[in-house]
Structure formats: C-alpha cells, structure tokens
C-alpha cells in the first residue's frame, strides 16, 4: 500500500476494534495441543529439561473481561514500547529498544466492518521477518488485552509492565558480573495492580502471536494458537509467590490472519496473593536500593499429585520475601519508565549490577543514545523525553516518548513512593488524544506517560519545535 507519511499517520490515530476470544471451546482445543505436544516429546525422547507441569484450571475470561478492544494501532505501538523500554538486547538503550515498534508503522489497517487487521505490507514479511513480527506484535496485543482484563478487575487502581526477566534477576542470576537467567522457562511479563497504601496483586503473563491462517480442516493439535497457549501455561507454572497455584496467569496468543481480522485469544486463572503495605519513606520503601538474594529454584515447589507431593524447579519468591519483592518491582517499573523518557544514567540508579545497571549507566555508542534531551506541551502539560527522526515514504517523521515533567523529576530524584502517589492523585487528569491538535497520533497512560508521532513540521528548527 503506497501511501503518504500523513496518511500512514493518520491511520495509525484511527480507533479500531481487536477480535478477542476467551471461551470452553478455546480451553478444550489447548488441551488438545498440550496432549499432541507431550506425545511429540515422548516419541522424540526430549528430555523434560527446559519443560514442566501445566498451569492447571485455565479458564474463560469472565464475560466483562473478555470483550473486543478498541484502541488505536498506535497505543498498540506505545504498548509495545513500554513493555520493553529495559530490554538489553540490542545494545542501544533509547533508540535499539522502546522504537523497535516504528517499523509496524505501515503494518495495520481497518477491514470494512472496523476490525484491525495487516496490510498487504504486514502480511508480505520475509519469512525470518515475520517470526520477529509474531514475537513482537504478539507483546503488543497480548499485553494490551491483558491490561483491559485487569483494569476491568481493578478500575481503581493503575497498572504497571514489567519484564519478567529485570524482576526474577536480582534473586535467580546465576552467574556476576552480567548476570544471567539461563534458559530456565519463566513469563515474559508481570502486570502490578496497585494503588498507594494498598498492597498490590501480581500476575504473570505470556505472550505469543502466529501468521497460521486457519482452515477448516486444521486440526486443534497442529493448531498454531493452542499449542502456544499450551507451552505457556508451562511458562506460567514455573513462576510462583509463596506456595504453588497462588499467583494469578494471564496466557495469549495473537493470530494475525484470522478471518475475522486479528484476534487474541487469552485464558487465565485465579490466584489471590497480595504483596504487603510498603511505607513511605524508610528502609522498607521502595526509595532505597535493593540487595541481592539468592532463591530456591531447583525442586522449590511442592505439585500434589495422585501419588502424593512431587518437586518441581520454579523461580519461587518465599512469603517472608515479598516486602523485597514488592521493592524489586517498583523499581523495575521506575527504571522502565525513566528509560522510555530517554533517562540516560538515572535509569541504572533503580537497577542491581545482575540487571544490567552498567548498561543503562554507561555512555552509549554514538547515535544511539537516548537522553531526556527533547520537549513538548500536550494540551498545555509539559512531557520531557526523547525523541526520534525517521522517513515514511521519504518524508521526515518525529516520533516522542516521555513522561509528564514533575512525575519524571521525581523518579529522576529517586522519589518512587513520592512517584506513586502523585501519578494516582493525577491517574484521570492527563490528556485524551483528541485534545492534541498538532500531533498526528498520541498515546496516553494514566501513570504520566506519553508517546506521540507526526511529520516533523516544515521550517522546523531545535528552537520552535516546541512551543513554551
């Protein structure tokens, strides 16, 4: 599709519907999957390393949690970056991680009932590119129905992404200085439901998307969608707080062919752990740097079974460790915050040397870093954060992420509990994407965070980009 930036722009703005599917039919056909899966290893002999006990009891999605989205491809886009603003993959910080999702730009569309879909460029990947797309895109959605479910659940309360892997390093790295998880199987995400002076409510989430386009005589077992949701409900069960089956799941997998337009399907289970009050201020609050632990993962938890008590190897927070956890937590989402404003150094202020505090510290390569070194007024709120130029169809593009200037100096000041407080004091007060007029399309979060795109303005200079 040939289309000028303002037009790719434009509809990245536009409100869509998003397809998603929680149901007995859904549940019936993973268990399917699972039953192929585990004949293929037992024919195959794999070895059960890297393998392990289901989730038990996934479920259908309570109808007021199950309902289709409606949000722009953008959000999806700013999804997509705030989930992995502290990736260390690509060695770029700013520009290497939370932009990687720029590249989907010309990805989405709208199918004559008003349901997103792929364009014909979304759908034409080379066949290594569309596995990235599939990894990839597959956070952004499975993320973003995840986040409706909860605040579905929770509507008082505000949420926050953080990688699995940031969270589960400070107390399972297994080796120093880099710090290292191994290829244990573990979530990718824990979504924290909190308010202040509350305690908050942990779930862990797995996402996964695929371009199978699905047949009428597609089998459930070679189902592409259910044996993903199979192997993460395996991915799911290796994390645990405090006994065996009390953390809530989320499990999702994407189809982005699918007959209806893309669709996410999501199971989940029940759990009710909820982490203790942390005070304001003091030793105990999420202000002051963690330390190290060292946690059982090797046979740490107990699975009943019809011949009694058998031990399974999990990443296993002990209840006398959840006032740690809590902090480990915060933290995370602090410095994942800061990172998507372009924080620079203040970033590895919230992180362990396991959790790359090095990295996010150090000076970076030339024109890769990302420093809160750019500005701008949405709807008369000042953001601070960073920004990027690139071209669609040969015409200049700026994209900006950032938080709202006074929640950004106070994490930049080491202010997390301060942080929380104000952000959901001000959780309804921040602007709607109809209330910006000179940006094509915008994102807002009620945690303060924004992330918005245009063609950069003709004429424009360092000094009147941005007004005020």
């Keep these: ?24 039919e859904l549940i019936a056909g993973v268990g399917k999957a699972a039953n192929a899966v585990d004949r293929e290893r037992a024919k195959n002999k794999t070895s059960n390393e890297g393998h392990g006990p289901r989730k038990p009891d996934l479920r259908q999605l309570p109808r007021a ?7 722009t491809p953008w959000d999806l886009l700013a999804t997509f970056a705030r989930g992995t603003a502290l990736s260390r993959q690509g060695r770029g910080r700013g520009l290497a991680e939370h932009w990687q999702g720029l590249k989907y730009c010309r990805a989405f569309a709208a199918d004559r009932h008003g349901s997103l879909c792929l364009t014909d460029e ?5 066949l290594s590119y569309r596995a990235m797309q599939a990894r990839e895109l597959g956070r952004a959605f499975g993320l973003a129905v995840a986040e409706q479910a909860l605040r579905e659940r929770y509507p008082d309360h505000l949420i926050s992404i953080v990688d699995a ?3 589960l390093l400070p107390g399972f790295a297994r080796t120093k200085p880099a710090g290292t998880l191994g290829a244990r199987p573990r979530p990718d995400f824990l979504l924290e439901v909190w308010r202040p002076n509350d305690g908050s409510r942990i779930f862990v989430v797995t996402v996964n998307g695929n371009h199978q386009a699905v047949k009428p005589k597609t089998s459930a077992s070679s189902r592409t969608t259910y044996r993903q949701l199979a192997r993460g409900s395996e991915r799911v069960e290796r994390f645990h707080l405090g006994q ?15 007959a209806t337009g893309v669709t996410v399907h999501v199971l989940h289970t029940g759990g009710g752990v909820e982490l203790p009050v942390r005070p304001t201020s003091g030793a105990d609050s999420a202000d002051v740097a963690i330390g190290r632990r060292a946690l059982p993962y090797v046979d740490s938890v107990a699975l009943p079974t019809k011949r009694g008590a058998e031990r399974h190897n999990a990443f296993l927070i002990p209840e006398k460790e959840f006032s740690w956890f809590g902090r480990v937590v915060a933290r995370a989402h602090s410095a994942g915050q800061l990172s998507l404003a372009g924080g620079g150094g203040t970033v590895g202020r919230y992180l362990i040397d396991e959790q790359g505090r090095k990295h996010f510290s ?16 949405f709807a008369g709120e000042r953001y601070v954060g960073t ?3 690139f071209r669609i169809n040969g015409t200049r593009v700026e994209a900006f992420s950032g938080m709202a200037a006074d929640l950004y100096d106070l994490l930049a000041e080491g202010k997390v509990e ?7 004091e001000r959780r309804e007060g921040w602007p709607e994407p109809d209330d910006i007029d000179d940006w094509g399309a915008s994102s807002f979060r009620p945690d303060g965070t924004a992330l918005a795109i245009r063609v950069v303005p003709e004429k424009a200079s360092p000094d009147n980009r941005f007004p005020g």
Aim: no cysteine.
């Design 165 to 167: 892997e940031t969270v």
């Design 244 to 258: 065996w089956n009390a953390t809530p799941a989320l499990t999702t997998s994407t189809e982005f062919l699918a």
């Design 387 to 389: 920004d990027q130029v």
């Design 65 to 71: 949690e199950r309902g289709p989205l409606r949000l």
């Design 418 to 424: 301060e942080y929380r407080r104000r952000a959901y």
């Design 122 to 126: 979304g759908k034409a990947p080379e």
């Design 362 to 377: 150090e000076t970076t390569f030339a024109g890769t870093a990302s420093v809160h070194d750019a500005k701008a007024y």
């Design 1 to 24: 599709m040939d289309s000028t930036a303002f037009d790719v722009i434009r509809r990245l703005g536009d409100l869509l519907t998003v397809q998603v599917t929680s149901s007995p």
